[in-house]
């Protein structure tokens, strides 16, 4: 599986930013966005577990996470509102997969490069 996400960049305080990211491969399941401020751990900010999205107490109201499932490609996205000082990070998509022994598993786990969301004052 390989993941290529897009959508980073800077941007004021109160705004809106929507990050992508596109899974190719097989057998892709579960998919989330992590996040890591700098000077700190990696952390979740939203996923989608069996198609139900779930999201950290920090960004539940100001995100929503959507994916789109295509032939060989899942494309996930996090569309990210009112955007504060503390949601500038380094974002990653995530991506667990199965097997063909196992299609529907988590046997896998794919990381994306990052992307990095700076918010100004």
């Known amino acids: 599986v390989q993941l290529q996400a897009s959508g980073g960049g800077l941007v004021q305080a109160g705004g809106s930013l929507k990050l992508s990211c596109t899974a190719s491969?097989?057998?892709?399941?579960?998919m989330g966005w992590y996040r890591q401020p700098p000077g700190k751990a990696r952390e979740l900010v939203a996923r989608?577990?069996?198609?139900?999205?779930?999201?950290a107490d920090s960004v539940k109201g100001r995100c929503t996470i959507s994916r789109d499932n295509g032939q060989n490609t899942v494309t996930l996205h996090l569309q990210m509102n009112s955007l504060k000082r503390e949601d500038t990070a380094v974002y990653y998509c995530n991506a667990e997969a199965g097997s063909t022994r196992n299609p529907g598993g988590y046997e896998f786990d794919f990381w994306g490069q990052g992307t990095l969301v700076t918010v100004s004052s």
């Open positions: 491969g097989s057998f892709i399941n579960d």
């Open positions: 989608t577990t069996g198609g139900l999205p779930d999201y």
